[in-house]
Every structure is written in C-alpha cells, then in structure tokens.
C-alpha cells in the first residue's frame, strides 16, 4: 500500500531554513494533492500548504512569506523548505495525502535551536 | 480566514458511554469538513471526510453530521481505543483545525 515517509535534518539553526523531503512509496506521485502539516509539541494541528503535482501550490496565509512546496515526479517525492526559523517553528512535522489529507507519514520532529 | 471553534477542549467519559464533539466555522463551508483522531506519538488518523462519509476501516460507532457552520463527531459507544484527542479540519478556504478535543478515561 501507498506510504509516505519523511526525512531531513532534526535540528536547525535559528534564521535558517528548515527542509524537509516526503517520499511517496507504493504508488505514484502523479495524482492528488500533497500536504504539509506540522504539530508543535503539546499543541493542536497546524496546515503549512499544499502542491498538486502538476506543481500548483497552495500556502497558509500565515506562513507564506517563508514556505515554499516543490515536487520531483522523477523521484516520487516532494518538499517543504520554510526561512528564517524561529524556535516557534520547532514541531513534528507531517506530510499528507488527499484534500483533505486522508494518508499521513509517520512525523519528524524539527528542533529550532543554536 | 475561516476560524474553527472546536468544543469542548476536554472531556471525560466511560467505556460505553456516548459521546459528541462540535466544530462551529465562522462562516459557511458546506460539507467541506473532515475529523480525525490523534494518539499520543501518532500521525492523526482520518475517521469522517466531506462532513458524514465515514473512512474505509474506521468502525461505525463514529459518525459525523452537519453542513454549513455547524458539524457534530458522535461516538455511540465509546471503546477504551478511542480515548485520543480529535479534530475537526476544514479545506473550503485554505485549511484550518479545530483546537482539539482529548477524550480521557472517567
């Protein structure tokens, strides 16, 4: 069955930037939207934005000065890199599958942190 | 940006218990609404797409109504699995969560 997996460094500096890759497996990137959702510890959920994979983006709001989505069809997968982090963006971060996101990776937290 | 106004934050309950979470939108978002439930050190899980359709696997003691503002997770009877928090999520203007509500044991 499909899965996702993310991956990336779990400790990044203050002011730069955060990135983050998801690897679809078990089925092909080339149709639904894909997600990025993160979850900072103890708190509720919060959505970063979305990429068809035609290469559409949508942002939140929110975020959208610092976040930006790609997709590599070629290698399945898609990231997220996000700018001048804080501690604040420190997280578990979650890719997703579907609008609205009806499969998940398994999480990777991110520490914010000289 | 549409708001989601998830109640209660907390709640108690016993096994068999039947058990309701709302979500109210600040404005109208059909049945563009989906919940999930969240165990600690898990990704969320969908349980109800598109307002009241249930996800494949998730078992029939969960069900969702409402449309437009106001949206409803009922639990018919609680099992000891389904103590997590939940969350409402609504994709018809960007996306937005509910607060979450975690489901403890009495």
């Known amino acids: 069955q499909v899965q996702l997996q993310e991956s990336g460094p779990g400790l990044v500096k203050p002011s730069e930037t955060l990135s983050l890759t998801c690897t679809v497996s078990?089925?092909?990137?080339?149709?639904?939207?894909w997600s990025w959702i993160r979850q900072p510890p103890g708190k509720g959920l919060e959505w970063i934005g979305y990429?068809?994979?035609?290469?559409?983006?949508t942002y939140n709001p929110s975020l959208n000065s610092r976040v930006t989505i790609s997709v590599d069809t070629s290698k399945n997968h898609f990231s997220l890199r996000l700018n001048s982090v804080t501690a604040a963006d420190t997280a578990v971060y979650y890719c997703?599958?579907?609008?609205?996101?009806?499969?998940w990776g398994q999480g990777t937290l991110v520490t914010v942190s000289s | 940006d549409i708001q989601m106004t998830q109640s209660p934050s907390s709640l108690s309950a016993s096994v068999g218990d039947r058990v309701t979470i709302t979500c109210r939108a600040s404005q109208d978002i059909r049945n563009d609404l989906g919940w999930y439930q969240q165990k600690p050190g898990k990704a969320p899980k969908r349980l109800i797409y598109?307002?009241?359709s249930l996800q494949s696997g998730v078992p029939s003691r969960f069900s969702g109504s409402g449309s437009g503002t106001e949206f409803t997770l009922t639990i018919s009877s609680l099992q000891p699995e389904d103590f997590a928090t939940y969350y409402c999520?609504?994709?018809?203007?960007?996306?937005?969560f509910g607060q979450g509500t975690k489901v403890e044991i009495k």
């Open positions: 078990g089925g092909s990137i080339s149709s639904y939207y």
């Open positions: 990429i068809y994979y035609s290469g559409r983006t």
């Open positions: 997703a599958r579907g609008i609205p996101a009806g499969l």
């Open positions: 598109a307002a009241s």
């Open positions: 999520l609504q994709h018809n203007n960007y996306w937005t």
